[in-house]
Structure formats: structure tokens, C-alpha cells
């Protein structure tokens, strides 16, 4: 008897719980946003919620928004589509969060926007690029990333000038991955290139021994997987030690990352990457906040730290013109507005895209990640060709 | 006597749980709710594969494969401009006819190569899936509109349908001869045929029945969470959580799925936030404790207590 009536304090203890939730706090405006902190896309996800948490102090230092206070409120989506979908409905539902900055990757992306449109939310979205999210008819999605697949365009371009034709194109089998594949035979079709290898991996592989050797005997000349960090990682090791050689290797998210350099050493050399964005762009504040940024986190920022903060400062821009938290009237400012962050230029099409912000192409050059193209941003001239992996 | 009065507190205790969570959508905002459906749907899940592994014994490491099937019909069928309804109906109807042949041919295997074909099966099922990109649409996922979609309510109410109906079919077939006939499977298969009971059609209507709530399940999941790719339902670690759950409240028994799966789900719920990562390590060490030391989990806590209670109710009752 004793322990059921302990049960079922225990039961009505959480039942409490349940209904009444925690009271509300004095007046602030509340920024919810999921991260991906564990999982495949933790790296990419800290680095951008780290950029998120210096905007929020650094707004507060110039008095907030509207005059209030801003706090940040954010979980761990595991790099899930499903945990994401449920935390921003807790975020929206729950937490009543008065404005939203979209999660990390595509694919958790695109959960976490239909909750977004379903509650007519407005959200800004930083880490995302997949062109399929913007185009569902959505309303209520407004992103800082240039389209996926545009990302490979200038490596391409790039090689038809110096005449190759032979192209090999591999991708994981996630949202965004497909994007920037379908981007590239595209462009290799306008370009008049070949595609002589075409495939897909698995979100998890780490093991591209056969796709090397095969790539190897189809005898590409320029080798483009649309990757992630870990899996381009992986793949360059492999291209190594089966002595898959090409005059040019680009991969996605990846080679940005100052992680690619450190954990391949003498074998980034020469490897081609997009990017959104690099310490040394001429834009206004970039410089600036990269100093800062190292300052405080005590590592160089790379895009996704940038994409952080810049989802900050367009918040804070939408804000501002709106002169409100309405959602309509933010919905609006948002579509309308045209300003520069830190990270760029953002400009959204009527459907949320980004239009006005260019992609960028780096390539490690003596341990260091030099822009390459467009030539008119370029820190460095790109090396060519890609030297031979026993040759370093 | 005693029966009888563990019969009043499980129908007591199965009435008050409806009564909470018919009414919860009344003072609960969509966050709970959301939570509360996807503690309904693992315990549907559960309460699945509870049908076949706890009864007969076969451990399934794929019941995620009907569970992907549904959902990916479903998803389908919405966006081919069926009723959410027919769609979850069509979902659960592909999953059981799919349960037929692959019963028969699976479940002629015993232990662990039963384990492993199932395994098998729902890789098959999500590489098929990532494949045939005319159909599915392949890693891009099925994202479904907010329009398609129905309401919050709608979802909630079928998922707890789904808990209801998959912990009342448990319940009916335990007290069945077929329940005893899945348990006699369980302890001795050679015995069980020798005294004339025809273990393939039980296995098999077992497996077919076990496949037909993933299947609903699956289908009312994906116009839950809106989007679905190939790894998100086909996900060996969904079929994890379900057997994680079973073992943790009581294999084989009605109450124990629920028990198992509201334990972890409240506890993921409390922890989660706090410690991304290391709540998953605290699960596993408890899930080891549970099955180190209640090889019946957590139902055979009530057990004990009843079964040390019945001598002194005799003398109670005696004079």
C-alpha cells in the first residue's frame, strides 16, 4: 500500500509538472533557435550557435532590441530532422519565443520550417542551402545561404578554362548533398562537360576505398563530391592511399573549415571548397568580427560562424524596420529588406531565397585557406595542377 | 480473488491513463501534446513488437522496416491527394499484406538469424528507399506542406488510438489460447508442434499483426513530423527504443511496454535538455541495471509484491 500511494504522489508530481509550467520572467524579447551539438553536423553547429551567443551579448551591449533585453533560447537537435521538428514546435508552443533562427543542415531544416509555416512563424535561417526549401510556397523561411546548387559553379568554370572535361561526381544522400549535385550536372551540361562517374553514398560512409579505385579507372580529371566535413575528410584520405590523382579536387562544406587543414595536414594541399565566407572579405565588418570573434572563442571563425551572427544582424535589421515583433509586419521586413551583415549581403527573392549574396571558392595553399575565386575577392591565385599526392 | 482484483486495479489504472489522455488536449499546449504523441506512438511500437518478440520469442532487430513502409505510404498517398485518414489506413494495409510473404519466409529462421534477417530487412527497406528516387524521391526526403497536413489534434488522437487498440490486442491475446499457444512457441517450439499446435500460422498471423501498427504508426509519424527521409524511418535505432522499452517494463506482459516506454520517454523528456549526449549514457546504464537485476524489468516489481502479499490475504480471508 505504502509504495502505490508513493507512486502516485510521484505520478501527480509529474502530472504538476506537466500543467503548470514554469512562471514567465520579466520583459526581454527571446530568440529560440535549435543547434546541432551532438551528431554528425556538432562541429557546424557549435561554431554557428557560437556566432548566434555573440550577437545576443553583443546586441545587449548596445541596448537591445526595441529597448529590451534579448535572450537566447536553444536545444540540441542531435542533428535530427525529428528532434528539430519537435523542438521548434516546443520553441514556438511552449517556450513562446517572440523570434526564430533556423537550425543547422537542410534536412533538419526542412522539418523544422514547415513547424515555422504551420504557425505562420517567420524564421531566419542560417545553415541551410538546399534549393527545395525555398521552393515549397513557403512563406515564412527567409535564408542567408547562397542556393546549393550554385555552389560547384566556379570550380567548374574554372576547370573548362583550363580544358578539362572529364568530371567525377560523388554525394551523400541527404538534402542538400543532392542540391549541389544537381547544380553540378547542371552546369557540367551547359559547360559541355563529361560526367563520366556519378554517385551516391550513404549518410554515414566513411569508406570510399571502391568509389576511389573506380573514379580511378573512369580517369577524371577533376573530382567534385558534394560532402559534409567528415566524409570529405575521409574520402581525401582514401583518394591518397589508393593514389587516386586528379588536377582538381573540390569538395562542399568541408575544405571552408579550418578542421579540413588541421586534420589532413600536407593532404589539403591544393583542395578546392565553397564557401559563404572568409575573414578576409571586403565587406564592411567582417574583418571585425573575425577579430572578436577569435578574441572571445580563441579560434578563427569560419563560415558558419559568420552565418550565426549574420542571422543575428538580420534579425536585429528586420527588427528594427518593422519596429515590432508582429509577425506580419517582421514577415514583410524580412522579404523587403536589403542590408549588409558581417557575413554578406541579404537579399531574399519573394519566396524567402537569398539572391543577393555571391558564393565563394578557397583552396588550402601552404596550410592556409586562400579565396580563389572570383578573382576580383581573391586573396591568392588558385594553384594548378593539384600536385600529386607522393610529390608534397 | 486475487485475480480479480489485479484485473480492477489494471482497468482501473487503464481507464484513469485514457481519461488523462482524452482530456490533455484541453489544458496542454502543442508541446506536451507533441510529447505525449510520441510517447503513444512508442508505446504502440512497443507494444508491436511486445506481439511477436515477447510473446514467441523471435527478437526483431527490423520491426522499423513496416514502420518506414507505412510511413512512406503514407506520405505518398497524402501527396497523391488521399484523406490523412485513408492514407493511415492504406500505410497499415501495405505493411501487413508486405508482413505476409516476409513472415513466412523470415520466420522460418530461429534466433539470432531471425534477428539478423530482420536487420536485413530494414536496410533493404531503406536503401530501396533511398534508391528508387522516381518514387520516393530518394536522400531528398518527402517534405509535406503544412496545408496537406492534418491538424495536431487529428495526429494526437490517432496515435493514442494506435497505443489504445495495440495495448488491447495484447491484452486480448494474452488471456486467448493463441497467447498461450505464442508463449508455448516461446519456451519450446519442438514441444509446442508436438502437442498440436500449427506454430507457422501462429507465428505468422503473430508477425502480421505485429506489422500492422508500425505500419499506422508510420504513416500518422510522417504527417506528424512533416518531413521524412530514408534514415530518419528506417532507423535501426527507433527499433532499438522499442525493444530498450519492453525489456525495461516487463517482456512478454501488457503493462510492461507501458511502463517501459513512459519510464524512458519522462526521463529523456527530463534530461535531455540539460545534457545533450550524456542523457543517452545515463538511459544505457539504467537500461543495464534494469536488465541486470530485473531480468523481468520494471512490472516485476509489482509482481514480487504480489506475490509475497497472497499468503498473508489467505490468512486475511480465512477466518
Same mark, same amino acid.
Given at each position: 500500500?505504502?509504495?502505490? @500511494? ?5 505520478? %501527480?508530481? /509529474?502530472?504538476?509538472?506537466?500543467? =503548470? *509550467?514554469? #512562471? $514567465? ?80 543542415? @537542410? ?5 523544422? %520550417?514547415? /513547424?515555422?509555416?504551420?504557425?505562420? =512563424? *517567420?524564421? #531566419? $535561417? ?267 | ?319
Amino acid at each position: 500500500m505504502k509504495r502505490q @500511494s508513493l507512486l502516485s504522489v510521484l505520478f %501527480s508530481l /509529474v502530472l504538476a509538472f506537466i500543467i =503548470f *509550467p514554469a #512562471v $514567465s520572467q520579466a520583459k526581454e524579447i527571446v530568440v529560440g533557435a535549435s543547434a546541432a551539438l551532438t551528431g554528425k553536423y556538432a562541429r557546424n553547429g557549435q561554431d554557428q550557435l557560437d556566432g548566434f551567443n555573440m550577437w545576443v551579448e553583443e546586441v545587449n551591449a548596445r541596448g537591445g532590441l526595441l529597448g529590451e533585453k534579448v535572450r537566447l533560447v536553444h536545444y540540441d537537435d542531435e542533428s535530427t530532422p525529428a528532434t528539430g521538428q519537435k523542438l521548434y514546435e516546443k520553441l514556438i508552443t511552449d517556450d513562446k519565443v517572440d523570434l526564430l533562427i533556423g537550425p543547422y543542415s @537542410s534536412d533538419v531544416a526542412m522539418a523544422a %520550417s514547415t /513547424v515555422a509555416e504551420k504557425y505562420n =512563424f *517567420p524564421m #531566419v $535561417s542560417s545553415g541551410a542551402s538546399a534549393t527545395e526549401i525555398w521552393t515549397r510556397g513557403y512563406k515564412n523561411i527567409f535564408g542567408l545561404y547562397t542556393p546549393g546548387s550554385t555552389y560547384m559553379e566556379q570550380v567548374l568554370e574554372y576547370a573548362k578554362s583550363k580544358g578539362l572535361k572529364r568530371v567525377a561526381l560523388i554525394y551523400q544522400n541527404t538534402a542538400f548533398p543532392r542540391d549541389v549535385a544537381n547544380g553540378v550536372r547542371a552546369k557540367a551540361k551547359a559547360l559541355k562537360m563529361d560526367l563520366v562517374f556519378d554517385e551516391e553514398y550513404g549518410k554515414d560512409s566513411t569508406d570510399f576505398t571502391s568509389t576511389t579505385i573506380k573514379i580511378k579507372s573512369k580517369k577524371a580529371e577533376v573530382v567534385i563530391g558534394a560532402s559534409y566535413l567528415p566524409d570529405s575528410t575521409a574520402f581525401v584520405r582514401q583518394a591518397k592511399e589508393n593514389h587516386l590523382y586528379a588536377k582538381i579536387f573540390a569538395f562542399a562544406v568541408g575544405p571552408a573549415l579550418p578542421d579540413f587543414g588541421a586534420n589532413l595536414g600536407l593532404d589539403a594541399e591544393g583542395i578546392m571548397g565553397n564557401t559563404h565566407w572568409e575573414p578576409t572579405l571586403n565587406i564592411p565588418g567582417a574583418k571585425d568580427f573575425a577579430q572578436r570573434y577569435t578574441k572571445k572563442y580563441g579560434r578563427e571563425p569560419g563560415y558558419h560562424a559568420a552565418g550565426g551572427y549574420g542571422a543575428g544582424q538580420v534579425l536585429e535589421a528586420a527588427v528594427k524596420k518593422a519596429n515590432s515583433i508582429d509577425k506580419d509586419k517582421l514577415r514583410q521586413a524580412l522579404t523587403e529588406l536589403d542590408t549588409v551583415t558581417a557575413f554578406g549581403r541579404y537579399k531574399v527573392d519573394s519566396n524567402g531565397m537569398q539572391i543577393g549574396k555571391p558564393g565563394y571558392t578557397v583552396q588550402w595553399i601552404n596550410g592556409v585557406r586562400q579565396l580563389i575565386l572570383p578573382a576580383k575577392d581573391a586573396t591568392a591565385k588558385p594553384v594548378y595542377p593539384f600536385k600529386d599526392w607522393s610529390k608534397r | 480473488m486475487l485475480n480479480n482484483n489485479r484485473r480492477r486495479v489494471s482497468l482501473g489504472l487503464g481507464f484513469g491513463l485514457m481519461l488523462i489522455a482524452m482530456t490533455a488536449p484541453l489544458y496542454m499546449n502543442a508541446y506536451y501534446q507533441s510529447f505525449l504523441l510520441q510517447l503513444f506512438m512508442m508505446v504502440a511500437l512497443a507494444q508491436a513488437w511486445n506481439l511477436i518478440s515477447g510473446m514467441t520469442g523471435y527478437v526483431s532487430f527490423g520491426h522499423t522496416a513496416f514502420f518506414g513502409v507505412g510511413a512512406y505510404a503514407g506520405a505518398l498517398l497524402l501527396l497523391a491527394g488521399f484523406p490523412w485518414w485513408l492514407a493511415v489506413f492504406k500505410g497499415a494495409g501495405i505493411a501487413l499484406l508486405l508482413a505476409v510473404p516476409l513472415g513466412f519466409l523470415t520466420l522460418r529462421l530461429r534466433g539470432p538469424y531471425f534477428a539478423i534477417a530482420m536487420l536485413g530487412l530494414n536496410e533493404v527497406g531503406r536503401i530501396i528507399a533511398t534508391l528508387w528516387v522516381d518514387l520516393t524521391r530518394g536522400g531528398d526526403g518527402i517534405s509535406l506542406a503544412p496545408k496537406l497536413l492534418p491538424s495536431l489534434h487529428s495526429n494526437y488522437f490517432s496515435m493514442l488510438f494506435l497505443a489504445l487498440s495495440a495495448t488491447l490486442l495484447v491484452a486480448f491475446i494474452h488471456r486467448r489460447r493463441f497467447g498461450l499457444e505464442l508463449r508455448a512457441i516461446r519456451e519450446d517450439e519442438e514441444a509446442a508442434e508436438m502437442v498440436g499446435v500449427n506454430t507457422t500460422v501462429n507465428k505468422v498471423m503473430a508477425f502480421m499483426l505485429s506489422a500492422l501498427i508500425p505500419g499506422a504508426a508510420g504513416a500518422v509519424y510522417a504527417m506528424y513530423t512533416s518531413y521524412i527521409d530514408p534514415s530518419s524511418v528506417f532507423a535501426p535505432a527507433l527499433n532499438i527504443q522499442m525493444i530498450v522499452m519492453v525489456l525495461f517494463g516487463g517482456t512478454g506482459t501488457v503493462w510492461g511496454p507501458i511502463l517501459g516506454a513512459g519510464i524512458v520517454m519522462f526521463l529523456r523528456e527530463m534530461l535531455w535538455a540539460q545534457f545533450p549526449a550524456a542523457h543517452l549514457a545515463a538511459l544505457g546504464v539504467l537500461l543495464l541495471i534494469v536488465v541486470l537485476y530485473l531480468p523481468g524489468g520494471i512490472i516485476s516489481l509489482f509482481r514480487a509484491r504480489q506475490q509475497r502479499a497472497r499468503p498473508d490475504a489467505r490468512t486475511g480471508a480465512a477466518p
